[in-house]
């Protein structure tokens, strides 16, 4: 990875992120293998000799220490010079806004302002990367789209390396400039929020960045079947698996058949099954054919029922890999 | 919400209990202290402090309750010497291996304090096990080879016959303070262990991770993070061994010897064979106000050191 570079690993629990963390951090030994941080070797380092820090999921501050000696101490630890310890231990809340908290014992922080001080603790070191262990799980929803922003905002004024492990791909797509998605232990796709969900490489990705149909089809002549769905592919012939996103289906409205702008776009009839009311657009879940059941994301197209016209642009489906779940 | 039945039934028994058998007692015992006993060995209740007066003129009483502070003292340094490693080992580093060791260090509780105390009788008596060993490995036999020639040397040189060394058998071992520190810290060590080890499983793994990530050696995590967090377990142990050695009279009694005895032992023989139970009283209740005065600092000091 990139160094200055903001890397999300995102995975299902027990696909093996966190455990990835715990190996960079040096909690955990590698059963094989090696771990490279730019030309130093870090699986044969003890924790306390690897130039990396890590913002804890319970943030783990000291119960015992104040919220200055909380920072102070991997200065101490690191045998950093008396006189400069002060100067940085307050840069360093100042980054994060808690400079008058710095004599309250953490206890008497809340959950949001604790969070502020483990990363000051983590940032105050420089490290050259910094390991983020699901760090704004414990906070509301909120307070945690709050702290995004201010992660994210902090992470391009120190320009220090962060891998934020987390199992929510909203909050991976918001941060990251690359999300590596993590399956049973092993990488599906690395690649930037925008990329990943508009080219994802196999089905998993696709479901598990938003929302997907999966389109099982058979390819001729350049020409996918999938049921009622018929478009235009560059696809090999054979079997194919296609991902289309719920937001690339519109309904045919009299004024888009009568410009007659997408010639190739496919076009279907089906019935509205349900509609689910989501502010801005609605989600709603839609029988083509013969039972064959997809979800269409619309913006506020106003109740609807019965059976309309559909439409999508092929070059909107994307071919994936099948990553043979279910 | 409960039954006033329920309720009465739940706190008039212990309440009961206490009155009874607590501060009935310390009533009684608290009248006796201001009383004194006639020649002919008659309680006189006449109301006095005689008894106070006496405790303060006489040096043995005070010199006494030092030794046992010393002896308690003493047990408590050792106590914690070996009880901290054994807790922060099968904290931190035991594993599998836990139960197990756990099991070993709790067993002692439940032989009896007597037998335990007979077997220290029996391990550092002149002709006990420890001397055995000694003579097995015929060491005693060197050890006797130098007491006969620096006795010799001393009977030539020395201007009094008085001065004579004995190396064997080896008798400081048994009674002897030596022997009632040995005893008492065998015997509370298993006190002193509990609540240190209680206190170190209730620090949270994650802050000894975070302390080496951020650089602090296993050393340093030690010191700044492990140790403070157990100051609460290691003053609750701390004054396990102080109160309860201080107070004890079996160990002193059993391999004490004269040099040996302790505060209680003199209280014992004032309510026995001195039949003194006034001046027996008045050293009580010192020692009650001692032990509560204590406790009463010790957790306030746990309060104040505990953070969770």
Redesign the interface.
């Given at each position: 990875m990139a160094s200055g570079e903001f890397l999300t690993i995102l995975g299902e629990s027990g696909s093996g992120k966190t455990t990835l963390l715990r190996l960079i951090?040096?909690?955990e030994g590698p059963n094989h293998g090696e771990i490279w941080m730019g030309d130093q070797r870090l699986d044969i380092l003890?924790?306390?000799?690897r130039p990396?820090?890590?913002v804890?999921q319970?943030y783990?501050?000291?119960?015992?220490l104040s919220v200055f000696d909380n920072v102070a101490?991997?200065l101490r630890?690191?045998g950093v010079a008396k006189s400069e310890i002060p100067d940085r231990v307050q840069q360093a809340l100042g980054m994060v806004r808690m400079m008058e908290y710095a004599g309250s014992?953490p206890?008497r922080l809340s959950g949001g302002q604790q969070q502020r001080v483990a990363l000051a603790?983590?940032l105050v070191?420089r490290p050259r990367l910094l390991l983020l262990d699901e760090p704004l799980s414990a906070l509301d929803a909120n307070l945690r789209k709050q702290m995004h922003v201010e992660l994210k905002a902090l992470q391009r004024e120190v320009g220090i390396t962060f891998i934020f492990v987390t199992h929510d791909q909203e909050e991976a797509m918001a941060l990251s400039d690359r999300i590596a998605l993590l399956r049973d232990g092993s990488l599906e796709q690395v690649a930037s929020p925008r990329e990943i969900y508009s080219r994802p490489e196999t089905s998993y990705v696709a479901r598990f960045i938003g929302q997907t149909n999966l389109l099982r089809a058979e390819v001729r002549d350049g020409t996918a079947t999938c049921g009622a769905l018929v478009w235009q592919t560059s696809a090999r012939p054979g079997p194919a698996l296609f991902s289309l996103r719920p937001d690339d289906i519109r309904i045919v409205s009299s004024t888009t058949a009568a410009i007659g702008a997408n010639a190739s776009a496919a076009r279907f009839h089906a019935r509205v099954e349900q509609q689910t009311f989501g502010g801005a657009t609605d989600l709603l879940t839609i029988i083509c054919g013969n039972g064959q059941a997809l979800r269409a994301r619309l913006p506020n197209p106003g109740p609807l029922s019965g059976s309309y016209e559909f439409e999508f642009h092929p070059a909107d489906t994307v071919l994936v890999r099948d990553a043979g779940e279910e | 919400m409960y039954s006033r039945i329920y309720k009465a039934g739940v706190t008039i028994p212990p309440l009961f209990w206490v009155v009874l058998f607590l501060l009935v007692p310390y009533a009684v015992l608290f009248c006796y202290s201001f009383w004194s006993v006639s020649p002919s060995e008659v309680i006189i209740r006449n109301w006095s402090l005689g008894n106070y007066a006496e405790l303060l003129r006489q040096p043995v009483y005070a010199e006494t309750l030092l030794r046992s502070m010393r002896i308690a003292g003493s047990v408590t340094i050792l106590a914690l010497l070996l009880g901290y490693p054994v807790a922060y080992y099968l904290s931190f580093h035991a594993a599998k291996r836990r139960d197990l060791l756990y099991l070993l260090v709790i067993i002692p509780l439940w032989a009896s304090y007597l037998v335990r105390g007979y077997a220290w009788k029996t391990i550092l008596g002149t002709d006990g096990v420890l001397n055995g060993v000694l003579n097995f490995l015929h060491i005693s036999g060197a050890l006797l080879l130098l007491q006969n020639h620096m006795n010799a040397f001393l009977a030539l040189h020395a201007w009094t016959h008085t001065w004579q060394v004995t190396f064997v058998p080896l008798s400081f071992l048994l009674y002897s303070p030596f022997a009632v520190v040995l005893m008492l810290t065998h015997i509370y060590t298993p006190f002193t262990f509990l609540p240190i080890y209680a206190s170190l499983e209730h620090i949270?793994r994650?802050?000894l991770?975070?302390?080496?990530?951020?650089?602090?050696?296993?050393w340093?995590t030690f010191r700044?993070?492990i140790l403070?967090?157990s100051l609460p377990g290691i003053v609750a142990g701390a004054t396990f061994a102080f109160v309860l050695s201080l107070g004890d009279f079996l160990a002193p009694l059993l391999v004490g010897g004269p040099s040996g005895i302790m505060i209680s032992n003199i209280v014992a023989s004032e309510f026995g064979a001195a039949y003194n139970w006034p001046l027996g009283a008045a050293i009580s209740l010192c020692m009650l106000l001692l032990v509560v005065g204590l406790l009463f600092l010790t957790e306030r000091l746990e309060k104040k050191l505990s953070?969770?």
């Open positions: 951090a040096g909690f003890p924790p306390y000799l990396v820090n890590t804890f319970s783990a501050l000291f119960p015992h101490y991997g630890a690191q014992a206890a603790r983590a070191n | 949270p994650n802050l991770e975070a302390s080496h990530d951020l650089g602090a050696s296993p340093k700044r993070i403070p967090l953070f969770s």
